[in-house]
């Protein structure tokens, strides 16, 4: 460091004065010619020095807010997720107002009032009891199809076991009519055993994977036409005059949270077209082959009535040409 | 002073202007280091005290210009600190370590102590308060920062020899 003594004159008491004095100039100066000088500054000269000064400070912000917007990311993330979620719910209650606009009468909506936990996974308690005219036996459905039956009744609330639990039974059939037998749950283990079983089926009744399998309305329980599920396969058993088939069901019980109990009433009166089953589609393609086929027969009939009459004009030439 | 240590001053000066311009704000501590007090500090004592005191109004009006706290308060406490700060060098500027960092104490806390007093923008308790507990700690820190730059521009700022 320097130490040397420099001793100061009358210039140096003058630049200080002089400095003073603009010092107090500058301070005392009307806001509308301070304001103007000191923008003047900041725009030209001082430019460089305010943009490394506001730099530095949009820099520290976005260190001081680092956690912040990472916890605002992670709200937004986490709000994403209950949008899906809630998404799902409105599809799935959409899906349920349709089904109730098709059923139109005889059915009580309710909610499945538990999140099922272990040990719930074979009932269900339902939010509407039989004061809304819920009866044992009613069937459980959903807009996919055959959900379970109620067991209990209470008055304010029922119990209901679902297609999953050992002792829930279906008698059933192919949606085409051409094979029947008893669904019942598939007892295997592990993800297998959210499946159903076909048992009982005619060996002559052979059904092809994929064929969609329905209620048939035998026994009086469920009315003729509700989904259960659909054909994945045939189970290899020791039954000899029966086939056994394993099937998909129509309804996962992860997806149940509202369901509709059908009421005695609508149960014994049917429900007939509320499910778009093969059994339409089916119709719809044999009505639309007979329709072609009588278009062919009458095409066919038309061309033969063609011919017969050049025939008939020919013949009629002939019988007529030994005359003259 | 010799062109190479004027050029090396510079360097220092320009250094320690950027500074306070990007570390200052980038550190956002309520008792900040004052980077242009310590450059005119290191530059006070090194030229003539009526030279010292220009660069003083000169940096007050930049540093007014950019925080408009009070348009000229802070030239007048700068052109006053560097004067004083030039005409006391023979008495604080000795290789020691000490006396360095008590002479960028002063000479903050007196820098805060005119400005404050010229600005009038507070009175009273809070401008008891600001005199005696926040000024002396912004000194304590700035300091501490000006004996920071001084260890690490030492080889700077050291007179070459002839």
Redesign the interface.
Known sequence: ??????T?GR??????AG??V????????PERM?EP??TT??RTV?AP??S??S???L??RAW?TREERVAARDSVTLRSMSVDALSAENARLRDLLGLGARLRWGFVPAEVLSGRGVGEQYTMPLSAGARAGVREFSPVVAPEGLVGVVKTADPTMSIAIMWSHPDFRVSAMAADGSAFGIVAAHLGSGPERYLLEMRGVPVRGTIPPGTEIVTSGLGGTFPRGIPVGVVLGELETSELWARTYLLRPAVLPSAVSAVMVLLPARADSGVAGVWQTGQGTLAATRAIVNAGDSLSRKSGADSASATATPDSLSRAAATAEPRR | MRPIDLARTLIAFVVLVLLHFTLRPLLGWRVGPDFLVIALLLVAIRVRPGAAAVLGLVMGIVADSIELHAFGAGALAMCCVGFAASWLKAVFFADDMFLNAFFFFSGKWAFDIIFLLAERRVGGGELLRELLVWSPITAVVTALWGLLTLLILRPILRPSRT
């Open positions: 460091m320097s130490s040397v003594a420099r100061y210039r140096d008491t003058i630049l200080l400095c003073v603009l010092s107090l100039v500058a301070l005392f100066l301070r000088l000191a500054l900041r001082l020095l305010v490394l000064q730099d530095a400070e820099s520290r001081a």
